[in-house]
């Protein structure tokens, strides 16, 4: 089982930036590709970023790349630091974690989130 808590959320103005961090309670953390996603309010859950298990490949949606970068520790954390933010990126941020070997992962947990949001 696998528990994910994320924490950094908060309220920031255009063109600001933020980090998200996402704490795994997990015995072997470097079996997992981790993940972040996010909901927007009044629509689905999104992809933004993945890193792999060994933290040497990543992959972004188009909308954030050049702009967000995700990075893990091996202390059981996932980073994302979110620059130059946009009143789109305005959200709910999801942490998620993968047992799948390669990329696109499946995602088997997830953590409750922390809100995002960008005022203009």
């Known amino acids: 089982q696998v528990q994910l808590v994320e924490s950094g959320g908060g309220l920031v103005q255009a063109g600001g930036s933020l980090k998200l961090s996402c704490a795994a309670s997990v015995r072997t953390f470097s079996n997992y590709a981790m993940g972040w996603f996010r909901q927007a309010p009044g629509k689905e859950r999104v992809f933004v970023t993945a890193?792999?298990?060994?933290?040497?490949?990543t992959n972004y949606a188009d909308s954030v790349k050049g702009r967000f970068t995700i990075s893990r520790d091996n202390a059981n954390t996932v980073y994302l630091q979110m620059n130059n933010l946009e009143p789109e990126d305005t959200a709910v941020y999801y942490c998620?974690?993968?047992?799948?070997?390669?990329?696109?992962?499946?995602?088997?947990?997830w953590g409750q989130g922390t809100q995002v949001t960008v005022s203009s």
């Open positions: 890193i792999s298990q060994s933290g040497y490949s």
């Open positions: 998620a974690a993968s047992s799948t070997v390669r990329y696109p992962y499946k995602y088997d947990y």
